[in-house]
């Protein structure tokens, strides 16, 4: 059974007329003709009652055209909708984001592409840069911005920015003074850390490791307002970005002695289908050149 078959039938139903139907459709009338014979013997029934002077149909074929007309008008329909998709006025992008990017980074980052693409809609979900990576991989986001893993592996990543950790103290603490923090400052130092997932959280612990110490972690959030205000009142020295605390009041950035750089980047699963709205949001995001 063809789509062409279910139209010439649905147009000969409507105008009860083979010759007035193949000029509409602009074929010949022994095309509509052959069709829908096909079609009769592939069903086993007659559509339509020749005996009459008018076309008219049989009772089989008065429900086959019901229910044809209701497909028939759902293909035009998903045509239509995927035209709206591939022309961009239609397209849902999910985006997994950690809670330091979604304050400072993606506002600018969403504003700038709603004004190129206000039909798309854009699902943000703030979770920690491990998770991110997880959702990822089973196919649950179709983005994530996030600070890049050494091995981002099944991950096709853009790189996006290269950002520097800075140990961020009170601007009345002690250190305050210092040009950069060592380990010697760590070690002496109570942290205020981000909650499990966050992967800034694996490189602090891993730098920690290397240096061969063990700070006590007073307290852990996930909430960059929560910390940087804990930091401003010295309950302890944090570990932020340093787009994150620069220009801050009460807080001051000083970099580790052994400088610690990161990648931010966007990341989707290899090999996973890139629908239109996502290629956009990929070209976006491309730094300029």
Known sequence: MELRQ???FQTASRLRNITRAAQKLKVSQPNITVAIKKLEAELGILLFDRSQKQLTLT??????????????HNIDDALLEVNDYKHLQKGTIKIGIPPMMGAYLFPKVF???????PNLDVLLFEEGSVTIREKLENDELDFGII?????????????????????????????AAKACIDSADLAAADLIMFKEGAYLREVVRNKLN????A??????????????GL????????????????NS???KPIPFCEPIFVDIGLARKKDRYVSKAAQAFIDFCKPAT
Do not use: W
């Open 147 to 175: 600070i890049v893993p050494d091995n981002p592996r099944n991950l096709d990543v853009l790189k996006m920015s290269r950002n520097q950790l800075m140990v961020c103290v009170a601007q009345n603490s002690p250190l």
């Open 210 to 213: 290397a240096l061969n110490i």
């Open 215 to 228: 700070p006590r972690t007073v307290l852990e959030s996930s909430q960059i307002v929560t910390i940087k």
């Open 111 to 117: 504003s700038g592409f709603r004004q190129i693409h």
């Open 59 to 72: 009772p089989e074929g008065a429900v086959f055209l019901k229910r044809i007309e209701v497909a028939l």
């Open 249 to 251: 009041r009460d807080i």
């Open 6 to 8: 279910l139209e010439y």
């Open 231 to 246: 930091v401003a009142h010295r309950v302890g020295i944090a570990f932020l970005l340093d787009f994150i605390c620069e």
